[in-house]
């Protein structure tokens, strides 16, 4: 049980059918997000996790990031998957077939596509303040023509716009350039509103049909429900001025070294990804603490403070340090880290 992620199922799976009620309606169910280390809990597990929410609960389409990822979602879920990157000629293994939906968000890459694969399914992209992929607006009508051409089958347009600010407005207008266009299509695929402006927009454009693509407010938004522990592999006791590591630093005061599960291979950086730890951070350099030494504040937490680390994490394993005087956990226990998921692998995940 290295570094063990722990689910506490039916407070999961409660959630997992809330959200989807909350986001959905008839006909314009949530649209699960399944993509990179599949927020932590891994590709498969979700695509199974989204065959279980069912079509009962509107969920006939997953999305996913890559041409790679496709695959694995494929032989999991039994619906549609949504490719969210965008297809480009210059793609290779592009899997075929009639689940499949690409993302165009290029005037020449939708006229290549209609060339090598007419017929296929598809999503137009609209450039929003994301300004990432899309098509400008203007260009709304070179693209209605080339669908046409290519014989594609479109299936919407997609917003994806900025986690941080008010974007209802811009959702609103990309709603209205859709319904004056010629785009033959009444769906939007959205990522990041929110339930209560997805609902908003649903009320304001009635023959609008709004498909919320969402991730982490459906896989992670109850983090009540996980609980992340690392073991404790090994602790040693050590004196001040003691050198150890790969760095044979010397330590500033006098404690224990634990080595504890977690490494790079893991996704445990140097940066403590806990909310506040800048702060934390801040304060301590303020008052001369261990960071004036040299060392870094970890996302380990041992007898509930956040603990430093002795040097930058290894492959698979952290040093930490706890100073004389705080409880010392045994081998075998386990502690308390905090990890961003979307950048963690887990050795084992168990449900509750
Ligand atoms: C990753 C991604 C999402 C999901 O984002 P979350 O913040 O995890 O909900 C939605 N849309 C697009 C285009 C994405 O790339």
């Known amino acids: 049980m290295p570094l063990t992620l722990r689910?506490?199922?039916?407070?999961?799976?409660?959630?997992?059918r809330r959200t989807a009620e909350t986001y959905g309606v008839v006909g314009q169910g949530?649209?699960?997000?399944?993509?990179?280390?599949?927020?932590g809990f891994g590709l498969a597990s979700l695509a199974r996790r989204s065959a279980w929410l069912g079509a009962d609960a509107g969920v006939d389409t997953v999305a996913t990031g890559m041409y790679e990822e496709v695959p694995e979602l494929l032989s999991r879920f039994a619906g549609d998957v949504l490719v969210l990157s965008p297809w480009r000629p210059f793609?290779?293994?592009?899997?075929?077939?009639?689940?499949?939906?690409?993302?165009?968000?290029?005037?020449?890459d939708l006229a290549a596509?209609?060339?090598?694969?007419?017929?296929?399914?598809?999503?137009?992209?609209?450039?929003?303040?994301?300004?990432?992929?899309?098509?400008?607006?203007?260009?709304?009508?070179?693209a209605t023509d080339l669908v046409r051409a290519g014989r594609l089958r479109l299936s919407g347009l997609a917003l994806h716009l900025p986690l941080v600010g008010e974007h209802e407005p811009e959702a609103e207008e990309w709603a209205a350039v859709l319904e004056a266009s010629q785009l033959d299509t009444s769906t939007m695929w959205v990522s990041h509103l929110d339930a209560q402006q997805i609902g908003r927009l649903r009320a304001r454009?009635?023959?609008l049909l709004v498909r919320p693509r969402v991730g982490t407010a459906l896989w992670l938004g109850d983090r009540g429900a996980l609980t992340v522990r690392a073991t404790v592999l090994d602790r040693h006791p050590v004196s001040r001025g003691d050198r150890v590591g790969y760095r044979q630093r010397p330590l500033p005061r006098a404690?224990?070294?634990?080595?504890?599960?977690?490494?790079?291979?893991?996704?445990?950086?140097?940066?403590?990804?806990?909310?506040g730890?800048?702060?934390?951070?801040?304060?301590?350099?303020?008052?001369?603490g261990l960071e004036a030494a040299?060392?870094?504040?970890?996302?380990?937490?041992?007898?509930?403070?956040?603990?430093?680390f002795v040097e930058p994490p290894h492959m698979q394993v952290s040093l930490i340090f706890v100073p004389a005087g705080a409880g010392v956990p045994d081998v075998g226990d386990e502690v308390d880290v905090a990890v961003r998921f979307t950048t963690t692998t887990f050795d084992h995940i168990e449900i509750g």
């Open 91 to 108: 793609l290779s293994e592009v899997p075929d077939g009639d689940r499949v939906v690409h993302t165009v968000g290029r005037l020449d």
């Open 7 to 16: 689910i506490e199922g039916d407070r999961w799976r409660s959630h997992l």
């Open 30 to 39: 949530i649209v699960p997000v399944v993509k990179g280390n599949g927020y």
């Open 205 to 207: 454009r009635p023959r």
């Open 255 to 275: 404690g224990h070294v634990l080595v504890v599960a977690g490494g790079t291979a893991h996704g445990i950086g140097l940066a403590a990804p806990a909310a």
């Open 294 to 308: 040299g060392m870094t504040l970890s996302p380990y937490t041992v007898g509930g403070r956040q603990r430093w």
């Open 113 to 142: 596509l209609g060339a090598q694969r007419p017929g296929a399914r598809i999503v137009v992209e609209a450039l929003t303040t994301m300004s990432r992929h899309g098509l400008p607006r203007h260009e709304l009508a070179a």
């Open 277 to 288: 730890s800048a702060r934390q951070r801040a304060l301590a350099l303020a008052r001369g």
